[in-house]
């Protein structure tokens, strides 16, 4: 095997022109299984009916903040039901931290700065605990009302685009980090599948903007607050956000297939994981993970393909992205990645199912 290039040095963005404007190439081999490169996001955030389901996510990083053996409690209706083997999850309550302000939780006091560095110091307050009169408490509820699950976008990616740019000591810089996600958002409107664009849509989205503006209005981002403005916002939010989804039941599945178990017990083990999915599907169906979205410069830079060679994957059980080869990928090609749902391999809400049907398959 080659050696890739490491970080993201072994790929560039380079300007395809045509409606796809931009691409991501190799600039080196990546043998299928390679990891191509690792992301954080400019800005992430939990679905606001995943978190209003009770899923427990660092408000900063997404890592989950429920143990494996709660979780998996919760998602089968069993409060009296026992995970063995608790080494193998990886949940570190004792890092937990609250904001001393509001009710956000985080899974370290590191994520709970970063947080707060970058745009929680604006966002923070009483939350649902807290005033219901707040703007931005209001804010989430009418985005409750109009966007059901399943989820694909939040309002509070687009309030912490907000945020960061108020908060940064340097907003045009701020401005700019955003401004390479809008090179499709501007008139594309008939490219664009987010629902709320739609004609039904307008009193509640003329609603959402009058909401955000009146908590968060920012005088050297003033475009994003009109109506076409808040228009194509929304639009980069539903184009360019990833999808993240986090599990620590799942992180505990991986960590027992990982076990080196005598024979019998292996078996006992995964009859017992069998058991406990089936249990879930049953009073959960499909709707597994914490779930939010995330805008990452690399990752959007992708272009779609039904026939990818490489697929976004979260193997930290955070928002840290790792783009992984599916394929050998010779220097020069292009890196494509598949959009859409029913292509889509790795889309977080399938990989449960997925990895039953992989613990399945080889006991
Ligand atoms: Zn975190
Ligand atoms: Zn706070």
Redesign the pocket.
């Known amino acids: 095997m080659e050696a890739s290039c490491g970080d993201t040095h072994g790929v560039e963005v380079r300007e395809i022109g045509g409606s796809k404007g931009k691409g991501l190439f190799a600039l080196c081999k990546f043998s299928a299984g390679e990891t191509i490169f690792e992301e954080r996001p400019l800005v992430c955030s939990q679905f606001l009916w995943n978190q209003a389901y009770g899923y427990l996510a ?6 989950p903040l429920e143990t494996a053996e709660e979780n998996a409690q919760r998602l089968s209706s069993n409060r009296q039901l026992v995970l063995p083997y608790p080494q193998c999850c990886n949940t570190k309550k004792e890092n937990h931290v609250n904001c001393s302000q509001c009710e956000v939780s ?3 006091v ?3 700065s970063l947080a707060w560095e970058q745009y929680h110091r604006v966002l923070c307050f009483g939350g649902s605990g807290g005033d219901s009169n707040h703007p931005l408490e209001q804010l989430q509820v009418a985005w409750r009302n109009v966007h059901y699950p399943p989820e694909t976008a939040s309002i509070m990616l687009i309030a912490r685009m907000i945020a960061t740019v108020k908060q940064a000591k340097d907003k045009e810089g701020a401005i700019h980090l955003f401004s390479q996600f809008c090179h499709s958002t501007v008139n594309e409107e008939e490219q664009i599948a987010h629902k709320l664009l739609g004609e039904r849509f307008q009193v509640q989205l003329e609603q959402l903007r009058e909401l955000l503006s009146k908590a968060l209005f920012e005088e050297c981002i003033y475009h994003w607050f009109t109506p076409e403005g808040f228009r194509s916002l929304i639009a980069l939010v539903g184009t360019n956000g990833q999808g993240v989804g986090t599990s620590p039941l799942s992180v505990w599945t991986k960590n027992c297939d990982a076990l080196d178990l005598p024979t019998e017990e292996k078996q006992h083990l995964n009859e017992f994981i069998d058991h406990l999915y089936e249990e879930v599907d049953k009073e959960t169906g499909a709707f597994l993970n914490n779930e939010g979205s995330g805008l990452y410069p690399l990752q959007s830079s992708c272009n779609h393909s039904c026939v990818p060679n490489a697929e976004a994957t979260f193997p930290y059980s ?2 840290v992205l790792v783009m992984e080869a599916v394929k050998d990928i010779e220097p020069g090609e292009e890196i494509v990645v598949c959009y859409l749902d029913d292509c889509n391999r790795h889309r977080s809400r399938h990989s449960r199912i997925k990895m039953l049907r992989y613990v399945k398959a080889i006991f």
Not at 58 to 63: G, I, K, Q
Request: glycine share 0%.
């Open positions: 660092c408000d900063y990083c997404m890592r985080y899974c370290s590191a994520c709970q955070n928002f």
